[in-house]
């Protein structure tokens, strides 16, 4: 049994333990938890005397008797877990990455953003890669079969070549889903960023994770347009207002790809138009183009747990689609947005310069 530790347990923590829980009960066993907030420590208490389950936002039922701690630095020193996962805020994934791993972690699942700092971000990859330490980030698209679909109908050139890239969602901000986003675009198009330019938004909802405004985060909706070595560009548009989940539009040479993510009724298409002649007025738009089937009718529902269960089982047989390298090439296109928007909208290289790696983003 691999002996595990869940930093920080409020949703997506909640979330990990409940993979475990549900999906890898005969591999991983949680033998501590850990989190800064009383009231959450003292529930847990509460329901253990009660012998009963509890949930953090979402519905699935957890039982756990194990320790809770209220330091991250404790639990690692008592406990030395083999794999550690992480979901406490961006502010301190980097810092608890390093720490486990000098700890003696082998296995770490952090979630996304990998950090709010390129260069604390760049430090506990380094921690990782130095100690043969296996990082995940959960980006979980990389994961989750329908992308995957996706995915392999790219690269098998039946729409031909990538043009470029269009992603909106509703509801939502650009650190908190940002690296989703442009993560999607980097495994779809198996390309390097070498241009951002960003614009932010007027922050007009309240931050979920800062309710009354005492941690002083800055998370804006806001746009991204992103140019790729291979001549690539995508925008990335993050509304704030009503949640809509992430449409993706994919222009290639022959055809195109339309995603629109809600669980398994989402709209999932790929047209072809297999020759075109000569384009005459407006004739050929109204051709009709071919539906191509992006994946099995058939694929069952999976809930968020299942796909973080599939992500740490197979960051415990020591690979991983979602590198601590993925992380932060995602976040430093979404630090870089946020420096563009500061500078008058400016494009900015990427890499970016070796000062503009030490900026804090406080998104979280
Ligand atoms: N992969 C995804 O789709 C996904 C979904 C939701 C959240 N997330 C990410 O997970 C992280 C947490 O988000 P959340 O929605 O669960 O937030 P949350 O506020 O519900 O939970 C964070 C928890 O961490 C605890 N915490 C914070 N700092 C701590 C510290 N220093 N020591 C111990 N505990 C600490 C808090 O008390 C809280 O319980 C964020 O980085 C977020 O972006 C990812």
């Not at 550690?84 to 979630?111: L, W, Y």
């Not at 760049?122 to 996706?150: I, P, T």
């Not at 109204?286 to 009718?297: G, R, T």
């Not at 900015?348 to 000062?355: D, I, T």
Request: net charge neutral; with cysteine.
């Amino acid at each position: 049994m691999v002996r595990a530790a869940i930093i920080g347990v409020g949703g997506a923590g909640s979330l990990h333990l409940a993979a475990i829980q549900q999906h890898l009960s005969g591999l991983v066993q949680v033998v501590a938890i850990c989190d800064q907030n009383p009231d959450f420590r003292r529930m847990v208490e509460e329901r253990r005397k009660k012998n009963e389950p509890w949930s953090m936002g979402h519905s699935i039922p957890i039982s756990y008797s194990g320790p809770v701690y209220e330091s991250w630095m404790k639990l690692l020193a008592e406990e030395k877990p083999e794999l550690v996962t992480i979901a406490t805020n961006s502010d301190t994934h980097a810092q608890i990455i390093t720490d486990a791993v000098r700890a003696g972690a082998k296995f770490i699942f952090c979630e996304k953003p990998i950090s709010n700092c390129l260069r604390d971000a760049d430090e506990a990859v380094a921690s990782c890669k130095s100690h043969g330490v296996v990082l995940a980030v959960h980006h979980e698209r990389r994961w989750e079969d329908r992308h995957e679909y996706a995915k392999r109908l790219l690269q098998s050139g039946r729409l031909g070549d990538i043009r470029c890239v269009s992603i909106v969602c509703g509801g939502a901000r650009m650190g908190d889903i940002g690296t989703h986003m442009v993560d999607w675009i980097r495994d779809m198009t198996g390309g390097e960023f070498v241009r951002v330019t960003g614009f932010l938004e007027p922050v007009t909802e309240p931050n979920p994770r800062d309710q009354d405004g005492s941690r002083r985060l800055y998370d804006p909706p806001g746009y991204m347009l992103l140019e790729m070595n291979s001549g690539i560009k995508a925008t990335v548009s993050i509304q704030g207002g009503v949640a809509t989940t992430p449409a993706y539009f994919v222009q290639c040479t022959r055809g195109h790809l339309f995603i629109q993510e809600w669980k398994a009724s989402g709209f999932w298409r790929a047209f072809v138009r297999e020759e075109q002649g000569p384009l005459i007025g407006t004739k050929e738009y109204y051709a009709e183009l071919k539906q191509v089937d992006v994946w099995p009718a058939d694929l069952p529902e999976r809930n968020n747990a299942y796909w973080a269960a599939v992500a740490i089982r197979e960051l415990l047989s020591g690979k991983t689609r979602s590198s601590g390298h993925d992380a932060r090439q995602a976040y430093e296109a979404v630090a870089g947005a946020f420096l563009s928007h500061y500078r008058g909208n400016m494009p900015l290289r990427l890499p970016l310069q070796p000062e503009d790696r030490t900026r804090v983003q406080r998104h979280a």
